[in-house]
Nanobody, 120 residues
Framework: QVQLVESGGGLVQAGGSLRLSCAAS????????MGWYRQAPGKQRELVAT???????SYADSVKGRFTISRDNAKNTEYLQMNSLKPEDTAVYYC??????????????WGQGTQVTVSS
């Protein structure tokens, strides 16, 4: 069993910054791609950013230049540094990871979500 636990969400004024963390624990042999998604009220969940095991990252156009995804493989943790936040960034943010366990199976695991609210 693998779990992802997110932290770092909260309320911030427009133009401010937040840093989200997502720590994986459990039966982990290796973690491949990791990512962040978000879901605003009444909208579908959308991709924010992804990062490969080798550190290659990609971003949604709406966050390019403002958000930075990173990971610490030794700690099985990924981060999302969010700068210049806008009210339209308000959403529940979810992390995910493609995890290989010691039985050589791979699964996509999701975190429980953390609320980010940006006030104008």
């Amino acid at each position: 069993q693998v779990q992802l636990v997110e932290s770092g969400g909260g309320l911030v004024q427009a133009g401010g910054s937040l840093r989200l963390s997502c720590a994986a624990s459990g039966s982990i042999r290796s973690i491949n791609a990791m990512g962040w998604y978000r879901q605003a009220p009444g909208k579908q969940r959308e991709l924010v950013a992804t990062i490969t095991s080798g550190g290659y990252s990609s971003y949604a156009d709406s966050v390019k230049g403002r958000f930075t995804i990173s990971r610490d493989n030794a700690k099985n943790t990924e981060y999302l540094q969010m700068n210049s936040l806008k009210p339209e960034d308000t959403a529940v943010y979810y992390c995910n990871a493609v995890v290989a366990n010691f039985f050589h199976s791979t699964s996509l695991v999701w975190g429980q979500g953390t609320q980010v609210t940006v006030s104008s």
